[in-house]
């Protein structure tokens, strides 16, 4: 099968058919330049993915990939990069070894297509010029045969008229001749341009056109196995990748399978573990016993009932709160927030044996509100971190103890790290000095000294700040005792409802050697709350009274801040009716809390300002 025996007269239809197989060819390349472009794309967005969830340095985030599940995210991320990558191989071996390949075989086959036919072109061109030529003499030899033959007529004519001269006939018979002659000159000619128009055309046919279509047919032939290799090749470059792309996914399977779920519950134990053991037996209050509420039950002064009264030594009386005096202090615990009771129908004690109240609610302990108010949000760790603004203490005795101890290890960890820099800073610029002792056209060794002293400067600034925070390290972890026996010989006692509400309090402060401690006796949360806090607050006096009452009821002080009262008593005054509905009164010098205006008769002093009476 051969284009040139088969198709030597479809000149035209072949320059059409293998201009359409360069646009094939031309249409595969954009296709494949579009898959790379895709490829890139997509290799692009798996990128931007894949960093979009990487946890920040230096970020809360950051910590939570300790835990199994989140190291397999995080390699299942980094696999997904290496996916990416290799989405990049494809596009940059597409391109490379089919995109641009193809194109400039593209234009090499334009090339030949264009030289092909353009020898095509010339040899019709050359078998039309022939078939002229051919035309031409073909016709100028029917010219001359019909001139001949009209010359011989005429002198066939002229020699049968008797009246024609001899002369006349004679000159006929010479252009007849003539005629003739030319008639056949003509013949030879025509019979030669024919012999020669034969060869040329089968030549043209049988050779030129042949071969012609042959180059054409065999560039079209390459075209479509070059194609067809392309096709080949871009089967491969995704083939070639298969394997580490299974590599990539093979290392998501072995990282989902590297989950350990007991290892990440252990790491919740180790991140949130305090140290402190679980709180004892909560006593039975006995409340079928008659027993008269006063403020040493509801705040935390002592009451009268043989319980031990609280009492700091020296300056430490007025330290519980450094933004709230005492008096504003037990105020802020004792006062009432429901509205006072109306006085009762009766005056008599026996008609309201407990007297009207407030809207019912449980009764509670004063730790019980005092532990509301330690852990109501922002927390309050501790009494010293209130006096500095709430700012984590340097020793991280916020913290509970075995956080505290992972914090310090970190930080002594840290330190080490920097002690180890600083000492390999330090090394390098004594070589470098020991070189310019040596070779003194290298540099000035006195232009160092200032350099390395502060280097070692700072080598024993930081194996200071290690040594502060391994003492701190080692007083929790028990290697050195955390109270003096003398401190605590100093500590008084305290109650044991006191000593429950000092108790959830120091569970997160800090104490006076900056230390965090885990003792629970009386004497070492008594004197955290005596020497914790800075002279500025002092004790201050008590709030003078400003006139007296009489009881006209007997009053129950079942609420917190209240205070109880029996008909007929006479009491102090020390803070009259706000408005609220309550008045504040003080028994002897150590009982104060409210009771409903309307059960006490009020008599302030003339002098106090905007003195009444309330009646």
Known sequence: M?????????????????????????????????????????AKQL?????????????????????????????????????????????????????????????????????????????????????????SSKRRFERDCKEADRAQQYFEKMDADINVTKADVEKAR??????????????????????????????????????????????????????GESMKTY??????????????????????????????????????????????????EDYTQPMKRTVSENSLSSSKEGKPELKFGGKSRGKLWPFIKKNKLVSLLTSPHQPPPPPPASASPSAVPNGPQSPKQQKEPLSHRFNEFMTSKPKIHCFRSLKRGGATPEDFSN????????????????????????????????????????????????????????????????????????????????RLPARSEQARRQSGMYDGQTHQTVTNCAQDRESPDGSYTEEQSQESELKVLATDFDDEFDDEEPLPAIGTCKALYTFEGQNEGTISVVEGETLSVIEEDKGDGWTRIRRNEDEEGYVPTSYVEVYLDKNAKGAKTYI
């Open 47 to 135: 990128r931007n993915l894949s960093k979009k969830y990487q946890p920040k340095k230096n970020s809360k985030e950051e910590e939570e990939y300790k835990y199994t599940a989140c190291k397999a995210f995080l390699s299942t991320l980094n696999e997904m990069n290496d996916y990416a990558g290799q989405h990049e191989v494809i596009s940059e071996n597409m391109t490379s070894q089919i995109t641009v390949d193809l194109m400039r075989y593209v234009q090499e086959l334009k090339q030949e297509r264009k030289s092909n036919f353009h020898d095509g072109r010339k040899a019709q061109q050359h078998i039309e010029t022939c078939w002229k030529q051919l035309e």
């Open 2 to 42: 051969s284009w040139g025996t088969e198709l030597w007269d479809q000149f035209d239809n072949l320059e059409k058919h293998t201009q359409w197989g360069i646009d094939i060819l031309e249409k595969y390349i954009k296709f494949v330049k579009e898959r790379t472009d895709i490829e890139l794309s997509y």
């Open 235 to 284: 089967a491969e470059v995704d083939r070639q990748v298969i394997p580490i792309i299974g590599k990539c996914l093979d290392g998501i399977v072995k990282a989902a399978e590297s989950i350990d779920q007991k290892n990440d519950s252990q790491l919740v134990v180790e991140a949130y573990k305090s140290g402190f053991e679980p709180p004892g037996d909560i006593e039975f």
């Open 174 to 227: 010479q252009q007849a001749q003539l005629r003739h002659q030319m008639a056949e000159d003509s013949k030879a000619d025509y019979s030669s341009i024919l012999q020669r128009f034969n060869q040329e055309q089968w030549e043209y046919y049988h050779t030129h056109i042949p071969n012609i279509f042959q180059k054409i047919q065999e560039m079209e032939e390459r075209r479509i196995v070059r194609i």
């Open 399 to 478: 913290l509970p103890p075995e956080q505290r101890r992972k914090k310090l290890q970190q930080k002594v960890d840290d330190l080490n790290k920097e002690i180890q820099k600083e000492t390999d800073q330090r090394d390098a610029i004594t070589k470098m000095k020991d070189v310019y002792l040596k070779n003194p056209q290298m540099g000035d060794p006195a232009s160092l000294d200032h350099k390395l002293a502060e280097v070692t400067q700072n080598i024993e600034r930081l194996r200071l700040e290690t040594q502060k925070f391994e003492a701190w390290l080692a007083e929790v972890e028990g």
